[in-house]
Protein backbone atom coordinates (compact mmCIF):
# COMPACT_ATOMS: atom_id res chain seq x y z
CA UNK A 1 0.00 0.00 0.00
CA UNK A 2 1.33 3.40 -1.02
CA UNK A 3 0.64 6.58 -0.03
CA UNK A 4 0.71 10.23 -0.81
CA UNK A 5 2.88 12.92 1.12
CA UNK A 6 -0.17 14.85 2.13
CA UNK A 7 -2.06 11.74 3.29
CA UNK A 8 0.81 10.53 5.71
CA UNK A 9 0.99 14.37 6.75
CA UNK A 10 -3.03 14.40 7.63
CA UNK A 11 -2.74 11.40 9.79
CA UNK A 12 0.06 12.31 11.39
CA UNK A 13 -1.12 15.83 12.27
CA UNK A 14 -4.57 13.66 13.09
CA UNK A 15 -2.46 11.62 15.69
CA UNK A 16 -0.79 14.10 17.13
CA UNK A 17 -3.43 16.68 18.45
CA UNK A 18 -4.75 14.41 20.76
CA UNK A 19 -1.09 12.97 21.84
CA UNK A 20 -0.57 16.85 22.45
CA UNK A 21 -3.93 16.96 25.10
CA UNK A 22 -2.69 13.75 26.61
CA UNK A 23 0.86 15.26 26.62
CA UNK A 24 -0.55 18.42 28.55
CA UNK A 25 -2.60 16.24 31.03
CA UNK A 26 0.61 14.52 31.81
CA UNK A 27 1.98 17.99 32.53
CA UNK A 28 -0.02 19.50 34.15
CA UNK A 29 -0.87 16.29 36.83
CA UNK A 30 2.37 14.22 36.61
CA UNK A 31 5.06 17.15 36.32
CA UNK A 32 3.56 20.60 37.56
CA UNK A 33 3.46 19.09 41.22
CA UNK A 34 7.39 18.87 41.24
CA UNK A 35 7.97 21.93 39.58
CA UNK A 36 5.52 24.12 42.02
CA UNK A 37 7.96 22.09 44.78
CA UNK A 38 11.19 23.03 43.37
CA UNK A 39 9.96 26.61 43.01
CA UNK A 40 9.08 26.70 46.71
CA UNK A 41 12.34 25.36 47.24
CA UNK A 42 14.48 27.75 45.61
CA UNK A 43 12.57 30.50 47.13
CA UNK A 44 13.60 29.48 50.72
CA UNK A 45 17.10 28.99 49.31
CA UNK A 46 17.23 32.34 47.82
CA UNK A 47 15.76 33.91 51.01
CA UNK A 48 18.03 32.17 53.15
CA UNK A 49 20.88 33.14 50.99
CA UNK A 50 19.44 36.95 51.21
CA UNK A 51 19.40 36.93 54.92
CA UNK A 52 22.76 35.91 55.36
CA UNK A 53 24.33 38.17 53.08
CA UNK A 54 22.21 41.36 54.20
CA UNK A 55 21.65 39.98 58.02
CA UNK A 56 18.07 39.58 58.13
CA UNK A 57 16.84 42.49 56.28
CA UNK A 58 14.23 42.03 53.19
CA UNK A 59 14.64 43.94 50.00
CA UNK A 60 11.90 43.99 47.38
CA UNK A 61 12.12 41.22 45.05
CA UNK A 62 11.66 41.90 41.06
CA UNK A 63 7.96 41.30 40.00
CA UNK A 64 7.75 37.76 37.82
CA UNK A 65 7.27 38.55 34.23
CA UNK A 66 4.24 36.26 33.90
CA UNK A 67 2.31 34.58 37.29
CA UNK A 68 2.82 30.93 38.18
CA UNK A 69 -0.59 30.40 36.88
CA UNK A 70 0.52 31.94 33.49
CA UNK A 71 3.15 29.95 33.58
CA UNK A 72 1.63 26.84 33.36
CA UNK A 73 -1.34 27.52 31.35
CA UNK A 74 1.44 28.09 28.86
CA UNK A 75 2.88 25.20 29.58
CA UNK A 76 -0.08 23.54 28.74
CA UNK A 77 -0.37 25.11 25.35
CA UNK A 78 2.89 24.65 24.27
CA UNK A 79 2.77 21.32 24.89
CA UNK A 80 0.11 20.83 22.81
CA UNK A 81 1.94 22.92 19.92
CA UNK A 82 4.97 20.98 20.05
CA UNK A 83 3.28 17.52 20.27
CA UNK A 84 1.52 19.08 16.32
CA UNK A 85 4.38 20.05 15.20
CA UNK A 86 6.38 17.44 15.91
CA UNK A 87 3.53 15.39 14.83
CA UNK A 88 4.09 16.72 11.06
CA UNK A 89 7.98 16.40 11.50
CA UNK A 90 7.74 12.71 12.06
CA UNK A 91 4.76 12.49 9.44
CA UNK A 92 7.57 13.72 6.98
CA UNK A 93 10.90 11.32 8.07
CA UNK A 94 8.09 8.49 7.85
CA UNK A 95 6.81 9.54 4.56
CA UNK A 96 10.46 9.90 3.16
CA UNK A 97 11.93 6.53 4.76
CA UNK A 98 8.78 4.50 5.00
CA UNK A 99 9.84 1.88 2.71
CA UNK A 100 13.45 1.12 4.00
CA UNK A 101 12.26 1.10 7.41
CA UNK A 102 12.32 -2.31 8.71
CA UNK A 103 8.44 -3.92 10.02
CA UNK A 104 5.72 -5.94 7.86
CA UNK A 105 3.32 -2.92 8.65
CA UNK A 106 2.93 0.67 8.77
CA UNK A 107 2.48 0.26 12.24
CA UNK A 108 5.52 -2.03 13.17
CA UNK A 109 7.77 0.98 10.72
CA UNK A 110 5.96 3.80 12.28
CA UNK A 111 6.53 2.47 16.42
CA UNK A 112 10.01 1.89 15.19
CA UNK A 113 10.55 4.65 14.18
CA UNK A 114 9.30 6.50 16.92
CA UNK A 115 11.45 4.38 18.57
CA UNK A 116 14.64 5.38 17.73
CA UNK A 117 13.43 8.87 17.77
CA UNK A 118 12.58 8.83 21.33
CA UNK A 119 16.32 6.88 21.75
CA UNK A 120 17.98 9.97 19.80
CA UNK A 121 16.45 12.94 21.07
CA UNK A 122 14.96 11.86 24.73
CA UNK A 123 16.45 8.97 26.01
CA UNK A 124 20.07 9.48 25.09
CA UNK A 125 20.25 13.24 26.07
CA UNK A 126 18.22 12.22 29.19
CA UNK A 127 21.11 10.01 30.15
CA UNK A 128 23.66 12.65 29.33
CA UNK A 129 22.37 15.90 30.11
CA UNK A 130 19.47 14.76 32.21
CA UNK A 131 16.51 17.64 33.25
CA UNK A 132 16.69 19.38 36.50
CA UNK A 133 14.12 21.16 38.32
CA UNK A 134 13.65 25.49 38.34
CA UNK A 135 15.86 24.78 41.71
CA UNK A 136 19.07 23.40 39.94
CA UNK A 137 20.94 25.26 37.12
CA UNK A 138 22.99 28.42 36.82
CA UNK A 139 20.70 30.47 34.56
CA UNK A 140 24.06 31.50 32.74
CA UNK A 141 24.80 28.43 31.53
CA UNK A 142 21.43 28.05 29.43
CA UNK A 143 23.01 28.65 26.58
CA UNK A 144 25.74 25.92 27.01
CA UNK A 145 23.35 23.37 27.93
CA UNK A 146 21.39 24.21 24.73
CA UNK A 147 24.77 23.89 22.71
CA UNK A 148 25.48 20.68 24.32
CA UNK A 149 21.84 19.23 24.15
CA UNK A 150 21.78 20.05 20.22
CA UNK A 151 25.18 18.13 19.87
CA UNK A 152 24.21 14.98 21.57
CA UNK A 153 20.97 15.17 19.49
CA UNK A 154 22.76 15.90 15.97
CA UNK A 155 25.07 12.74 17.08
CA UNK A 156 22.68 10.58 18.13
CA UNK A 157 20.93 10.55 15.23
CA UNK A 158 23.78 10.33 13.05
CA UNK A 159 24.60 7.31 14.96
CA UNK A 160 21.14 6.24 14.56
CA UNK A 161 21.52 6.55 10.50
CA UNK A 162 25.40 4.42 10.70
CA UNK A 163 24.08 1.98 11.92
CA UNK A 164 21.15 1.32 9.79
CA UNK A 165 23.49 1.45 6.99
CA UNK A 166 25.74 -0.78 8.85
CA UNK A 167 22.51 -3.30 9.09
CA UNK A 168 21.80 -2.89 5.38
CA UNK A 169 25.02 -3.82 4.08
CA UNK A 170 25.00 -6.66 6.53
CA UNK A 171 21.84 -8.04 5.29
CA UNK A 172 22.53 -11.03 3.07
CA UNK A 173 26.08 -11.41 4.09
CA UNK A 174 25.25 -12.71 7.67
CA UNK A 175 22.23 -14.62 8.95
CA UNK A 176 19.62 -12.75 10.71
CA UNK A 177 20.40 -13.98 14.33
CA UNK A 178 24.35 -13.03 13.78
CA UNK A 179 23.37 -9.51 11.86
CA UNK A 180 20.97 -8.64 14.91
CA UNK A 181 23.79 -9.45 17.37
CA UNK A 182 26.53 -7.70 15.57
CA UNK A 183 24.14 -4.48 15.04
CA UNK A 184 23.07 -4.68 19.06
CA UNK A 185 27.11 -4.68 20.17
CA UNK A 186 27.65 -1.73 17.60
CA UNK A 187 24.79 0.29 19.06
CA UNK A 188 25.65 -0.23 22.41
CA UNK A 189 29.52 0.50 21.86
CA UNK A 190 28.46 3.63 19.91
CA UNK A 191 26.50 5.25 21.91
CA UNK A 192 29.02 3.94 24.94
CA UNK A 193 31.45 5.59 23.34
CA UNK A 194 29.33 8.92 22.81
CA UNK A 195 28.27 9.11 26.33
CA UNK A 196 32.04 9.11 27.81
CA UNK A 197 33.39 11.10 25.12
CA UNK A 198 30.93 14.14 25.35
CA UNK A 199 31.99 16.35 28.19
CA UNK A 200 29.89 16.56 31.53
CA UNK A 201 27.00 19.19 32.30
CA UNK A 202 28.01 22.65 33.72
CA UNK A 203 25.42 22.58 36.14
CA UNK A 204 26.31 21.43 39.63
CA UNK A 205 23.62 20.48 42.07
CA UNK A 206 23.39 22.40 45.30
CA UNK A 207 23.58 19.88 48.06
CA UNK A 208 20.61 20.92 49.54
CA UNK A 209 18.35 19.99 46.90
CA UNK A 210 17.27 16.82 48.26
CA UNK A 211 18.02 14.08 45.33
CA UNK A 212 14.49 12.45 45.44
CA UNK A 213 13.53 15.73 44.23
CA UNK A 214 16.05 15.82 41.34
CA UNK A 215 15.31 12.45 40.61
CA UNK A 216 11.26 12.52 40.62
CA UNK A 217 11.57 15.51 37.93
CA UNK A 218 13.84 13.55 35.86
CA UNK A 219 12.24 10.69 35.64
CA UNK A 220 8.51 12.37 34.78
CA UNK A 221 9.93 14.35 32.38
CA UNK A 222 11.33 11.76 30.84
CA UNK A 223 7.98 9.77 30.99
CA UNK A 224 6.46 12.80 29.07
CA UNK A 225 8.63 12.48 26.36
CA UNK A 226 7.87 8.35 26.31
CA UNK A 227 3.89 8.94 26.21
CA UNK A 228 4.17 11.21 23.45
CA UNK A 229 7.09 9.25 21.13
CA UNK A 230 4.88 6.18 22.24
CA UNK A 231 1.70 7.56 21.35
CA UNK A 232 2.56 9.57 17.41
CA UNK A 233 4.06 5.80 16.75
CA UNK A 234 1.41 3.56 17.90
CA UNK A 235 -1.13 6.49 16.49
CA UNK A 236 0.01 7.64 13.22
CA UNK A 237 0.67 3.96 12.44
CA UNK A 238 -2.96 2.70 13.26
CA UNK A 239 -4.16 5.08 11.23
CA UNK A 240 -2.17 4.30 8.08
CA UNK A 241 -3.17 0.82 8.83
CA UNK A 242 -6.62 1.87 8.96
CA UNK A 243 -6.52 3.52 6.21
CA UNK A 244 -4.77 0.55 4.37
CA UNK A 245 -7.90 -1.87 5.16
CA UNK A 246 -10.36 0.40 3.84
CA UNK A 247 -8.35 0.67 0.53
CA UNK A 248 -7.94 -2.92 -0.11
CA UNK A 249 -11.79 -3.43 1.38
CA UNK A 250 -12.31 -0.61 -1.48
CA UNK A 251 -14.24 1.52 1.19
CA UNK A 252 -11.82 4.32 0.66
CA UNK A 253 -9.04 5.30 -2.49
CA UNK A 254 -8.87 9.32 -1.53
CA UNK A 255 -5.03 9.07 -0.59
CA UNK A 256 -3.88 6.01 -1.76
CA UNK A 257 -1.63 6.52 -4.63
CA UNK A 258 -0.23 3.60 -7.63
CA UNK A 259 2.58 1.79 -6.09
Known amino acids: MSFT?????????????????????????????????????????????EHGEQGGHHHDEEEALFTRSEQVGGGVAASVIYAVVLSAVFGTVLAATRHRLPGRSDLMRSVWLAAVAFGCV?????????????????PDTVGQRTVQWLVVVALSLLLAWALTRLSGLLRGRLDDPTRVLAVT??????????????????????????AALVWDFRLRSIGGLALLWSGLGVGLGWLLERHGRRVMDGTDDRTAAPA
Open 5 to 49: YRGIITRALTAGLPVGVLLAGYMFFVVEPTIDEAITLEEQLATEA
Open 122 to 138: ALVPALKYPANPPAVGD
Open 185 to 210: AATVLAFGALLVALPGTPDEIDQRVP
